[in-house]
C-alpha cells in the first residue's frame, strides 16, 4: 500500500461484529501501532506525526482499540487486554497480514503483551513505550498522571480544563501543549462511541494482569520510557525490562509518557534500527 493518508478519514472492517477503524500506508514488513488508554487517545492522535517515517518502510497500519476514535465498543467479559488483543489478531486476518511488528504505547504495550502472550506466532518483535502491563518498582501509587486519567470522567464530566491537566502530566515539554492539541484530545474525548465505553467500564479480569506472565513473552522486544513520565515512572520499563527474557530498554531524559511525539524523530530511528537490526 502506498496511498496517502487522511486522518480524519479512517477506514474500517468488521471485526467479530464490530466495526474497527484503521488508517494504513507504506509497503514492506507490517507495523501495527497500537495507542494508548487515555481519554482522547486515537491511534493517530499517538502516532499520527510518526507514520510519514515509518511508512516509508514498513507496511504501517496505526489502530484503534475498541471504544476509542473509530471503533465501536464491545463487551470485555473474559478481559480487556484480552479481547483487545484478539480484536488486533482479526484485524490482521482481514487485511491478510500473517504477522507484524507491534508498537504499543501505554495500556495498548499491555494489549501488545497479551497479543505476543496468546497469539506468538502473530507478533514478530514488541516495542513497549510507556507500557502498562509492569509493575512500579519504588514510585507511589496512584500518581498524578493516573489521578487525571480517573477523574477525566468524574463529577462534573469531561472538560478542556481537565484534558490540559492529564496532557501536562504526561507531556515532559510544556511547549507541546498547544490550544489545538488540548482541543483535539478533548474532542475525541466526547465522541457518542467514547462516552458510552467510558460509561461501561470493563471488569477486572486475570488475564489483564499480564506482568505476571511478562516471563513467556517470547517475541524480542524493546522497552521504551522517558524519564520524567508522571504517569507510569520509568521503574514500570526496569520491571519489564527485567522480565521479559529478550529485552533492552532505551530511557529518554526530558519526556514523559508521550515518547513518539517528544522524542519523535529519535524515536522513529530507534524503532526502525531495532526492527531490522538482527
Given amino acids: 500500500m502506498n496511498d496517502a493518508i487522511d486522518p480524519a478519514a479512517p477506514r474500517t472492517v468488521r471485526v467479530d461484529g464490530a466495526d474497527v477503524a ?4 507504506g509497503s514492506g514488513p507490517a507495523l501495527l501501532l497500537v495507542h494508548g488508554g487515555a481519554p482522547g487517545a486515537t491511534g493517530w492522535g499517538n502516532f499520527g506525526q510518526n507514520v510519514p517515517f515509518l511508512a516509508s ?3 504501517t497500519i496505526v489502530v484503534d482499540l475498541p471504544g476509542f476514535g473509530g471503533s465501536e465498543w464491545v463487551p470485555t467479559p473474559e478481559g480487556r487486554m484480552r479481547a483487545h488483543a484478539a480484536v488486533l489478531v482479526g ?3 482481514r487485511l491478510e497480514v500473517p504477522s507484524a511488528h507491534v508498537v504499543g504505547l501505554g495500556s495498548g504495550g499491555a494489549v501488545a503483551m497479551r497479543m505476543a502472550l496468546d497469539h506468538p ?3 514478530d518483535r514488541l516495542v513497549l513505550v ?11 501509587a496512584p500518581t498524578e498522571g493516573l489521578r487525571a486519567i480517573r477523574d477525566y470522567y468524574r463529577g462534573a464530566g469531561p472538560s478542556p480544563e481537565k484534558m490540559r491537566r492529564y496532557l501536562e502530566a504526561s507531556i515532559g515539554d510544556p511547549d507541546l501543549i498547544t490550544d489545538d492539541l488540548v482541543a483535539e484530545r478533548y474532542r475525541e474525548s466526547v465522541r457518542p462511541s467514547v462516552l458510552e465505553a467510558a460509561g ?5 479480569h486475570p488475564s489483564d494482569a499480564v506482568w505476571k506472565e511478562a516471563d513467556r513473552i517470547a517475541a524480542r522486544t524493546l522497552v521504551v520510557w522517558g ?3 508522571r504517569v507510569k515512572g520509568y ?3 526496569l520491571f519489564l525490562a527485567s522480565r521479559i527474557p529478550d529485552a533492552e530498554l532505551h530511557l529518554y531524559s526530558g519526556a514523559g509518557l508521550s515518547v513518539p511525539l517528544e522524542r519523535a524523530r529519535r524515536f522513529e530511528h530507534l524503532v526502525e534500527r531495532f526492527l531490522t537490526i538482527d
Avoid: Q, T
Avoid at 130 to 140: D, N, R
Fill in 22 to 25: 484503521y488508517h494504513e500506508s
Fill in 57 to 59: 518502510r514498513f507496511r
Fill in 91 to 93: 484485524l490482521l486476518e
Fill in 121 to 123: 506466532e502473530r507478533v
Fill in 130 to 140: 510507556s507500557s502498562a502491563g509492569g509493575l512500579a518498582m519504588f514510585e507511589p
Fill in 200 to 204: 461501561r467500564p470493563s471488569p477486572g
Fill in 227 to 229: 524519564r520524567e513520565n
Fill in 235 to 237: 521503574d514500570h520499563g
